[in-house]
């Protein structure tokens, strides 16, 4: 029976950090706009350093990735699932070793057969009206302590999904603010500006989320903003199209000539002695 270890690494899609385009390139390509709400300054370093990619995190080739975990940390449903499957059994193995881990933590591991070099997990708090301010800060913790072990571990990246807006119920619009606010904090307390993160989602909702809030927490700056010119530039219009109008113009042109012709004899004949 094949191994773990035999899975053949060239079957498996990887995607290079150097492939995520950042949100300097998304305000660029105008993906991004403008922000009618400023929460931060812009700060043209920052864009470089964020990225937003859509697809499977188990893919990326980046010092980590972060698993959204249950508890036990011995695997589960969506992100962890598909995390744990990917890494292979080694993964298992070590985090039996972990003893677990309490809501808002986070605990660090080896990536197995992952391309990444490391795996995060936290564990994420199950949604409750009752108590919004205590997840909130349950959630905060989550990215917070993620960041943290990124520093700890030198590790010069990290690509998270999106926590607890799966089966634990978060709003995906809650966390994405709770989460866009920590990762701009730590940017903000931090001196090194080679660190980079990646928001990962799989949804082309979440992905629209994050597109609409990422310029709250991080606007553009002057350098990149499209001018008035630029974002009025549309698709070229076909030949056949500008033919079709110019023949039209043409032919209310020729309707105004006749008519005022028939206008002005009118008149003519009006003036005439009878």
């Not at 937003?52 to 972060?66: A, H, N, P």
């Not at 391309?115 to 909130?136: C, E, Q």
């Not at 800060?137 to 807006?165: E, G, M």
Request: charged fraction near 25%; proline fraction near 5%.
């Amino acid at each position: 029976m094949a191994s773990d270890s035999d899975s053949s690494d060239e079957m498996k899609r990887i995607v290079k950090l150097s492939d995520i385009r950042t949100i300097r390139e998304l305000y660029k390509s105008s993906v991004l706009k403008s922000p009618e709400t400023l929460r931060y300054k812009p700060n043209s370093d920052f864009l470089n350093r964020v990225s937003l990619f859509q697809g499977d995190i188990t893919e990326l080739q980046v010092d980590s990735i972060v698993n959204a975990a249950n508890k036990s940390l011995l695997g589960g449903g969506g992100v962890d699932g598909a995390i744990h499957h990917a890494a292979g059994r080694g993964l298992l193995k070590e985090c039996r070793t972990l003893n677990g881990c309490e809501t808002g933590f986070s605990k660090i591991t080896g990536a197995y057969n992952l391309p990444s070099k490391r795996i995060i997990h936290t564990v994420g708090p199950v949604y409750s009206n009752h108590s919004v301010d205590l997840k909130a800060k349950q959630l905060a913790s989550c990215y917070q302590t993620s960041l943290d072990l990124t520093v700890q571990n030198s590790l010069r990246h990290v690509a998270f999904p999106s926590i607890s807006t799966g089966i634990y119920g978060y709003p995906i619009e809650d966390a994405t603010h709770i989460a866009l606010d920590v990762v701009r904090k730590h940017f903000e307390s931090e001196t090194d500006s080679t660190f980079s993160v990646i928001f990962v989602v799989w949804s082309n909702k979440d992905k629209s989320v994050y597109e609409a809030l990422i310029p709250e927490y991080f606007p553009p700056s002057d350098d990149i903003v499209p001018t008035e010119e630029e974002e009025s530039e549309g698709e070229p219009v076909p030949e056949s199209q500008i033919q079709e109008d110019w023949e039209e113009v043409e032919n209310v042109q020729g309707n105004i000539a006749e008519n005022g012709a028939q206008v002005a004899e009118k008149e003519n004949d009006e003036s005439k002695p009878v």
